[in-house]
């Protein structure tokens, strides 16, 4: 059974700084990974997708990286914002196109 | 134009009574999702439909039954409404495993 893992739960930062989030998988036989971002009450908006060949996605500010052989995924956010405030959460989708989601990160950006 | 879009938003219930939260997607999807989200913010899948086909069914209990008439529409109907359903139930879809597009969210409250 795939379990999908976000180190750490929480993370506070002062705006400017560069974000820095883990995702780790315990499967390595995936099909693709996303990162999805969840603001209070709303539902969750992908970021980025990132096919098992791949081994980054980038857009915008965002960049997200795939280590399938260590089964890890870092989400990068370059030059924080407030606005980056948010829960970020990782998902892995096996061969068979079950999803598996971590708990997520909840970041704080400080002005 | 709303790409997965759910009713209501809002629900409040007494214990006991029965209810229903509809979902559609415009996205020409082949699969669709219901999860529920609890207090503790964690994603939990409950039903997964491949083309109307009921393929994911997780430990629910048998008071929850989703509804699939045509692969644009997953509703969810809830019998005898307890305490512990309390939650936000998110619909999502996606196609072959791709990228997941979430709704806004559900939020049932039982009173």
């Known amino acids: 059974k795939q379990e999908v893992t976000q180190i750490p739960a929480a993370l506070s930062v002062p705006e400017g700084e560069n974000l820095v989030l883990n995702c780790s998988f315990t499967?390595?036989?995936?099909?693709?990974l996303q990162w999805f971002r969840q603001d209070p009450g709303k539902g969750l908006t992908s970021l980025l997708l990132?096919?098992?060949?791949?081994r980054e996605q980038t857009s915008g500010r965002l960049n997200a990286s795939l280590d399938k052989s260590s089964g890890r995924s870092t989400l990068y956010i370059a030059a924080s914002q407030p606005g980056d405030s948010a829960t970020y959460l990782c998902?892995?989708?096996?061969?068979?196109?079950?999803?598996?989601f971590g708990a997520g990160t909840t970041v704080t950006v400080r002005a | 134009d709303t790409a997965v879009s759910q009713t209501p938003k809002y629900l409040v219930t007494q214990m006991g009574n029965d209810k229903s939260i509809k979902c559609e997607q415009n996205?020409?999807?082949?699969?669709m999702y219901w999860y529920k989200q609890d207090s503790k913010k964690f994603l939990k899948i409950m039903f997964s439909?491949?083309?109307?086909?009921?393929?994911i069914n997780e430990t629910v209990p048998n008071r929850f039954s989703p509804k699939s008439p045509d692969k644009a529409h997953l509703n969810l109907h809830i019998n005898s409404l307890e305490l512990g359903d309390s939650a936000v139930y998110f619909c999502?879809?996606?196609?072959?495993?791709?990228?997941?597009?979430f709704g806004e969210g559900s939020r049932l409250t039982v009173l």
């Open positions: 990132i096919q098992s060949s791949q």
């Open positions: 996205l020409g999807h082949d699969t």
């Open positions: 999502a879809s996606n196609h072959r495993g791709g990228e997941l597009f």
């Open positions: 499967d390595s036989a995936i099909y693709n």
């Open positions: 998902a892995v989708t096996a061969n068979d196109y079950k999803l598996s």
């Open positions: 439909y491949n083309n109307k086909e009921l393929i």
